[in-house]
């Protein structure tokens, strides 16, 4: 059933169709369906093509909040998953114009997030877990301000300490 505030039912509707979608039609052709129904509405090839796009690029936001829906998740895990977000909506001359419209909303409502002192903070708490210490998502000069920004707090804390 899909639950408007859940976003997660209707690719898990959708995920359903497709693995059912051989019993459906075969339903839907059967004598006794066709006997009971006055008219009845089935999905073009096309329809089906879209839909499993749609699978294939809302499944890395699935992965991303069932990550966060850890019983511990942690402010480390916002950068590393929001850029992974971002490389699977990026677009592809393939995507056709219902997919190629919905990255573009998607991307639009991550393009404003964690921005300025905000997103500082989140890639230091990114560079201070082991698992994401390495910081791939950023190009080198973003990865060195990173750690001189560290240095720099732990610096501070020191000489905080021995006053």
Not at 20 to 37: D, F, G, K, M
Request: glycine residues 0%; charged residues 30%; hydrophobic residues 35%.
């Amino acid at each position: 059933m899909d639950v408007v505030t859940r976003w997660n039912s209707s690719l898990d509707m959708l995920e359903r169709y497709l693995e059912q979608q051989q019993a459906i039609a075969a339903t839907l052709l059967s004598a006794e369906v066709r006997r009971n129904a006055r008219e009845i509405d089935t999905l073009e090839p096309a329809d089906i093509t879209d839909a499993e796009d749609m699978v294939r690029l809302l499944s890395p936001l699935k992965k991303a909040t069932t990550l966060c829906d850890e019983s511990r998740p942690t402010v480390s895990l916002i950068v590393p998953l929001k850029h992974m977000i971002e490389q699977s909506m990026a677009q592809c001359d393939e995507d056709s114009s219902t997919i190629a419209q919905m990255k573009r909303a998607i991307l639009k409502d991550f393009t404003d997030r964690y921005q300025g002192e905000q997103n500082k903070f989140l890639q230091e708490s990114t560079a201070l877990d082991p698992r994401f210490r390495s910081l791939h998502q950023l190009n080198d000069s973003q990865r060195e301000d990173v750690f001189d920004r560290l240095k720099l707090k732990a610096t501070q804390m020191q000489n905080q300490v021995h006053i």
